[in-house]
Each structure stands twice: as structure tokens, then as C-alpha cells.
């Protein structure tokens, strides 16, 4: 008490005034409230008494706090400091980010309250660092958090771990029946606690829409920030890129602020809320790690640069103003797509959001329909498959090339031809200038006619290549089974011969011909041909041909 009094506080919230009398009876609660009336004293408080007397052993905490967020952690553990500094309880912070080895040297001498999250609590446990057989009190904080966060499965295994006998508080924000299932299995006949309805905002809380376009979002902040008296706000974005964004952009044009999200470093997190706290920083630019438990005191504005995904959300970020009986100011920035997610929004409320317009901008009406674009974006300018209503997106939303009338038209160029004949995937033109089978290349769209066709001095005749085919199928044995080699005989081939007398590497066996395909068109394979268009039969080589080869390469 005497700790109380000198912190300042004369009444209890209406959530502790019914909460602390049940936990000293040693009842499990299930405790729903709002954010900002006190939850984290309801429980802090009568553990300080009940924990007044007895002795911890090493490696062996009497009583387990798990919570969500570092940050939330972190406060706990500041507000067992405060209220407990006249009694000589141990605690230990397990948190993410810190040193393993202090963290240890605390259990070691053994601790009475261990505040943890629930992530670095089973990884000292895996390494035997810690034993919870004597956890006489279990606290689950912030359960509808945990639950966002993907941490059940954790917090069910640690349960698992618990002594069967014990005392469970459970508190939370909201009672989703996720939640309500937990309560059921964690808790033996729990005493319900709810001050006021789930996910209703702050009475104190002054609440605005401003819808603009994407790209005006930024500055209509920035003539929010200027217009209101903010004296320290917090800056709520969905994603962790879009905070590093934000903050570099609110820097540059000179406003005193920081940046808090979940991809930074445990020390700088630190530091940087200190700051805050401390009013070196003015606005804090942050994700979700922050919207939950944080107690900043005499916090003015909160501003949702991103309309939140989920309702229980919006509720959380607003709740960091009008704390304690304070007045605050929440504003919302949202675009012409995020219609459904205001709806949801005012749907939980149970009213409209007052919409505002910013000075410069008008007012811009919600679309009735996204169209299945990605939140948050514009839609392209007919840039992607099927999303323009022009003849190219009907094309492509059919599954064709989705080029225009005039391009399929158009004579190809050969080596486009030979490109989308090597590799049909490929849609995008190539240069000719710069492309190495562009120069490489050579194809003859239309073979001439047999009496219009120039003779070649360096060619066979027609009669002579076409032996010279059919023997090397008898050569090859197509069609025919060969007879098994005799010992010693060589199952190598003939290889044809280049004109210069060098071997050359054999070629795809011709197929039969007749005198109707003499018309058809015929690709002219060079020596200068590139090897992906080349198609080697594969065989067995000889080892004389494998030594041709080596010198071949060398």
C-alpha cells in the first residue's frame, strides 16, 4: 500500500477493485476488459502478496507471466519494480534478444515471478536451464494477442508442463470463441470478470476517417500533424516495410519522429521507446508489436496510417489514447479500397466513424467493389493479366499470347521465328541488335522451288544424300535388331566427316521423307549453329572417339 500511495494512485479501476479480492482467495479468473483499465495491477498486485512469504529454489520459479511481446514484458516486469520494492522478491525477464547467460545466472539463483515470452521460455527449457514443477500461479496475459500472433500451440505446451494443481489467470481484450475454448481447457471453474463489452473503444476517444487516394495518403498526415496539437502520437502502419518507409519520409520533412517494429534489434527497441517515453521523440511510426499493453502516459493522438485487417485491431491501436480518464484523439487515413475494412469496423463499434477532410483534399468515396486487387495497392493501368477491358487483357484472360491485331498480322522476323520455336514460353521479343542467336542464326521461312533453286558447287546431289540417309540407317540399324558384337569388335559408329576433312559431331537421325514435304519449310543447320538448338543423338562411344574428342577439346 504504502508503494501504491507513493506511485500516486488512491482508487482502483473497476476491473482490479473486482478482480484482486478473487485472486487472494487463490480462484482461477478469466478476465475480460478493455485496453487501458488496468489489468496489468489486477494481477501484479495481489501476486506481490500472496508471494510475500516463501522461499524460491534454483532454476524453479514459483510463478510464470507469459506474455506476447517483448515490450509488454518488459512493462510488467517494470511494474512488479514499482509496486514490489518493499518486499524482496526475485524476478527474471525471459525475452528474445537479450543474453542467454544472464538470464541464466538469474534462475540459477532461483527467482519468485518469471515474466516471459513464450518463445525464449521453451527454448531455455529445451536446454534444461530451467524446471516449472513448483509454478504455483500461471498468468496468460493479452490471450487474444497470443492468439493473432500464432503463439497457442506454444502456450499449450508450456500448460502441458505445468503442475495440474495450480491457479490460473487468463486475461484478455477480447472473447473470440478461440479464446473461450483456451479459457475452458486452462481454467477449473474460473470466476468471469468483464468491466465493459469486448472491443468497445475508450469513451474519451475522439475518432475520425479521412479517405484519399493511395498516393495522397502521406500527405494528408503530414497536414494532420501540422493542423492538430499533438504533443506525442503513435503512427500505426499494417507491414514493417511500410514503417521504415513512413519514418524516413516523416524525417525528411522534418518532423522529430521514430520507428518500432518487430525486424529491429532488442537493444535499439529499447532505446527507442525510452525515448519516446522520455518526449525526445515526438511520433513514434510502428506495426501491431506495439498497439497492445503499451502504458504511455499522457499519450495524445494515435493515427492508423493503414486501415487495420482485423476490427480488434482498430480497437487496440485507439486504446494507447484516453487512458487513466484523459481525452485523446484517434485518426484513421484510408483509401477508396479499404471499404470493407471500415465496414467491419463500424460494424463492431456499432456506429460510423465521423469522417473528416483534411484542408487541400476532397473527400473521397469508398469503391463499392476491389475487384480482387491486392489492399492497399492501386489497381495497374492494364498492366497485369485479364485486369484491363481492353482487347490485349481479354486476350491474356483467355489464355493467349495477348498480342494485337496488327502484331499477329505482321511478318515475324526469322529470329524471333527460331526463338519462339526453341523456347515457346518465351513472350517477350528479343533485340536482334544485341541477340548472340540473332547473328548465330539463319532461317529460311519458304524453301524455294526445286527448278528455281541456285545449285551449290559445295553440295551433294539430292539422289547422293539421300543414300548417303538411308545407309546410315542401315548403318544404324533402325528398324532391325543388330546382331550382338563378337569379342573384341567394337561397337563404335562411322562419324561423319566435314567438309575440311574434321570429324563433327553426329547429327539427329533424318526421318523418311517423301516427295510432298520437299515444299515444307526447312531449317538451315550450320556449323555456327548454337549448341542448345543442336540435337545430339546419344550413344555409347567408342574409346578411339573419346580420344578424338579429347583432342577435339584441347
Not at 527467482?111 to 500461479?137: C, H, N, Q, Y
Not at 534489434?265 to 525510452?274: A, M, Y
Not at 566427316?497 to 515444299?519: C, T, V
Request: glycine fraction near 8%.
Amino acid at each position: 500500500m504504502r508503494a501504491i500511495a507513493e506511485v500516486g494512485y488512491r482508487e482502483p479501476t473497476p476491473i482490479q477493485a473486482q478482480a484482486i479480492p478473487i485472486v487472494q482467495m487463490g480462484r482461477d479468473v478469466l478476465g475480460c476488459a478493455q485496453t487501458g483499465t488496468g489489468k496489468t495491477a489486477s494481477f501484479t498486485l495481489p501476486m506481490i502478496d500472496m508471494l510475500a512469504s516463501g522461499r524460491a529454489r534454483a532454476r524453479m520459479p514459483r510463478s510464470l507471466i507469459l506474455e506476447p511481446t517483448r515490450e509488454l514484458a518488459t512493462q510488467v516486469a517494470e511494474n512488479f519494480d514499482i509496486y514490489g520494492k518493499y518486499h524482496k522478491l526475485s524476478q527474471a525477464l525471459l525475452i528474445g534478444g537479450e543474453s542467454f547467460t544472464d538470464q541464466q545466472k538469474k534462475l540459477d539463483r532461483g527467482v519468485d515471478v518469471l515474466i516471459a515470452t513464450p518463445g525464449r521460455l521453451l527454448d531455455l527449457f529445451e536446454r534444461g536451464k530451467i524446471l516449472m514443477s513448483d509454478v504455483k500461479i500461471l498468468v496468460i496475459d493479452e490471450a487474444d494477442r497470443m492468439l493473432d500472433m500464432g503463439f497457442i500451440p506454444d502456450v499449450e505446451r508450456i500448460v502441458s508442463l505445468l503442475p495440474k494443481i495450480r491457479q490460473t489467470l487468463f486475461f484478455s481484450a477480447t472473447m473470440p470463441p478461440e479464446i473461450k475454448r483456451l479459457a475452458d481447457a486452462f481454467l477449473m471453474n474460473p470466476k468471469e470478470i468483464s468491466v465493459a463489452p469486448p472491443a468497445s473503444p475508450a469513451a474519451l476517444v475522439t475518432q475520425g476517417l479521412v479517405v484519399v487516394q493511395e498516393e495522397d495518403k502521406r500527405e494528408a498526415l503530414r497536414r494532420l500533424l501540422r493542423a492538430e496539437p499533438v504533443k506525442n502520437a503513435l503512427i500505426f502502419c499494417n507491414r514493417k516495410k511500410d514503417v521504415d518507409i513512413l519514418y524516413r519520409s516523416l524525417a525528411k520533412h522534418g518532423f522529430n519522429a521514430g520507428q518500432l517494429h518487430g525486424d529491429m534489434s532488442q537493444p535499439k527497441r529499447t532505446e527507442t521507446l525510452e525515448k519516446f517515453k522520455n518526449d525526445e521523440i515526438t511520433l513514434l511510426v510502428c506495426s501491431d508489436v506495439a498497439a497492445r499493453g503499451l502504458d504511455i502516459q499522457g499519450l495524445s493522438h494515435v493515427f492508423n496510417f493503414d486501415v487495420p485487417i482485423h476490427a480488434e485491431d482498430y480497437i487496440h491501436r485507439i486504446g494507447r489514447t484516453g487512458r487513466a480518464g484523459r481525452e485523446g484523439r484517434a485518426y484513421t487515413i484510408a483509401s477508396p479500397y479499404d471499404g470493407r475494412f471500415v465496414e467491419a469496423i463500424e460494424k463492431m463499434l456499432g456506429k460510423t466513424v465521423p469522417r473528416i477532410v483534411v484542408e487541400g483534399f476532397d473527400l473521397v468515396a469508398f469503391e463499392a467493389d476491389d475487384g480482387g486487387r491486392r489492399r492497399g495497392r492501386r489497381p495497374s493501368s492494364g498492366r497485369s493479366a485479364g485486369r484491363s477491358g481492353s482487347a490485349d487483357g481479354e486476350k491474356r484472360s483467355r489464355g493467349g499470347r495477348g498480342r494485337s491485331d496488327r502484331n499477329r498480322s505482321a511478318p515475324k522476323p526469322a529470329e524471333e521465328t527460331l526463338i519462339e520455336a526453341a523456347a515457346p514460353e518465351m513472350t517477350e521479343p528479343v533485340m536482334r541488335e544485341e541477340s548472340p542467336v540473332a547473328e548465330a542464326a539463319v532461317v529460311h521461312e519458304e524453301r524455294p522451288a526445286r527448278e528455281e533453286r541456285p545449285a551449290r558447287e559445295a553440295r551433294a546431289p539430292r539422289e547422293s544424300n539421300r543414300e548417303e540417309r538411308s545407309g546410315r540407317q542401315e548403318r544404324s540399324g533402325r528398324g532391325k535388331r543388330q546382331p550382338r558384337p563378337e569379342a573384341g569388335e567394337s561397337r563404335s559408329k562411322p562419324q561423319p566427316i566435314r567438309h575440311d576433312g574434321s570429324h563433327m559431331e553426329a547429327a539427329r537421325p533424318a526421318e523418311r521423307r517423301s516427295d510432298e514435304d520437299d515444299d515444307a519449310p526447312v531449317l538451315a543447320f550450320g556449323d555456327h549453329m548454337p549448341a542448345f538448338l543442336r540435337h545430339p543423338v546419344k550413344r555409347p562411344a567408342s574409346r578411339s572417339e573419346e580420344r578424338d574428342d579429347e583432342r577435339d577439346v584441347a
